[in-house]
């Protein structure tokens, strides 16, 4: 598949249930290989940048068998890791990268890691800089990007105050204090994801957690152990749905299975204040997350504007807002995200560009945009380019569902990167 091409549907209606969300698998084949015994994750993503971690977990010594989104994990505990035989390929990931490198960092060998053009384009200087603090070597081309070559160190705890909100530095900082010796505490300038936390927890490492701080307490004494562990479907996966369902006031969608941490779903908080119709249900608790079901209705959307503290937490599902923009009465306006031009891609110039090709009014600034709402005009089908970043081309082909006319997605198996049968699940529920 090169290209795909979207028409507009009239309604969503029927049901979902999306692949495991992505940060938590990324963490649960970490921990996994860093484990003594066996770790059966089921639900594991079937995202392509989940695989690029088990594939390096595997080079680095863990057993891992995936059968579909069954995985098994046999590690050889906190000491049991290997050198690899050839550079670590983190391909799109920058989950891949940012949090291994941590990992790598407090090993007794010397490991190589890389990733594709755009990962090796983004910054590493933000983990490089905690890590180099902790005692670690490492050498990075430019002093801020893969490849990396990380000399396995002795490390020692440290008290890092972050300068950015990053779940990623948070999380590379964490899991190299598995290896450090004496206390590391993390303080974050605004809450993210919590779920390396979790499942530190889950995996039988004490952490203690006040506020915006986080302490691993290294005694020596540190075990990490396997465990059957499951993964909740992904929010960041299902706002694809609750924005395409939003579009057509006849749409009821039932959304199974769904990740609800609380520090992921600020993004339903949007929603619901733009006067998105939510329901959630069903709501359990699954190895220290939150998983429920949710319903979504076909509603008005107010639109508005989305800043500061929240855009951490919103980060990932910035994009499909934007791509809102035009269906919603005030239009959306995206402030304080400048961390949106070094994602997968520049996404800030990304939406502004495909946005503007399929008819939209939009401003864009260094960091964020201000797209105008349905008295602009309404959208029309276009050729959208979306730079090889996932979510930008999942964006666009909701967007394309409400266009009139059809919609071609350039390079549209992008999205496996995170979501490889999303097409088929969106052509399924959309009539
Ligand atoms: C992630 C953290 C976020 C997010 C990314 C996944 C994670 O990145 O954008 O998709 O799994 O920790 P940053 O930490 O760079 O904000």
Do not use: W
């Amino acid at each position: 598949m090169s290209k795909k091409t979207i028409h507009p549907a009239k309604t969503l209606a029927g049901g979902v249930s999306l692949p495991g969300d992505k940060s938590i698998s990324h963490r649960y084949a970490m921990l996994a290989g860093l484990a003594e015994g066996l770790t059966e994750i089921s639900n594991f993503a079937l995202a392509a940048d989940c695989h690029s971690t088990l594939d390096c977990m595997k080079a680095l010594g863990a057993e891992v068998k995936a059968d579909k989104s069954l995985v098994r994990v046999t590690g050889y505990g906190l000491q049991g890791l290997k050198s690899s035989k050839r550079a670590l390929d983190a391909g799109n990931s920058g989950t891949t990268i940012r949090l291994l490198s941590g990992i790598l960092a407090g090993q007794n060998f010397i490991s190589k890691i890389a990733g594709d053009d755009s990962l090796n384009k983004r910054p590493m200087k933000r983990i490089l800089t905690p890590l180099r603090e902790m005692g670690a070597h490492i050498e990075a081309r430019d002093e801020n990007f893969a490849p990396l070559e990380i000399h396995g160190a002795k490390l020692h705890g440290i008290h890092y105050e972050m300068p950015i909100a990053s779940a990623q530095v948070k999380s590379a900082v964490l899991l190299a204090a598995l290896f450090a010796e004496g206390d590391t505490s993390v303080i974050e300038p605004a809450r993210t994801r919590d779920h390396t936390e979790l499942a530190l927890e889950q995996f039988g490492v004490p952490i203690e957690r006040r506020g915006l701080t986080t302490r691993i307490v290294a005694n020596g004494k540190i075990k990490v152990t396997g465990k059957k562990i499951e993964v909740p479907g992904d929010l960041s996966s299902a706002v694809f749905f609750i924005a395409a369902a939003s579009l057509f006031p006849e749409s009821t969608l039932h959304i199974q299975g769904v990740g609800l941490n609380p520090t992921r779903t600020a993004i339903l908080d949007v929603f619901a204040r733009m006067g998105a119709s939510l329901q959630m249900l069903s709501l359990r608790s699954a190895q220290g997350e939150v998983i429920g079901d949710i319903v979504i209705k076909g509603a008005e959307l107010k639109g508005g504007i989305i800043e500061r503290a929240e855009i951490p937490l919103v980060i990932d599902e910035l994009p499909m807002l934007a791509a809102l923009g035009p269906y919603t009465q005030e239009g959306i306006e995206i402030r304080d995200a400048a961390e949106l031009r070094v994602k997968e891609s520049d996404r800030i110039a990304a939406l502004a560009e495909n946005l503007r090709a399929m008819g939209a009014k939009v401003d864009e600034r260094p960091d964020g945009l201000k797209v105008q709402g349905r008295s602009a005009g309404k959208l029309h089908g276009a050729v959208i380019e979306p730079r090889g970043d996932h979510r930008i081309a999942m964006a666009f082909a909701v967007a394309a569902l409400g266009a009139e006319g059809p919609t071609t997605i350039r390079d549209a198996e992008c999205a496996a990167v995170s979501y490889p049968t999303f097409y088929d699940d969106l052509a399924r529920v959309a009539e």
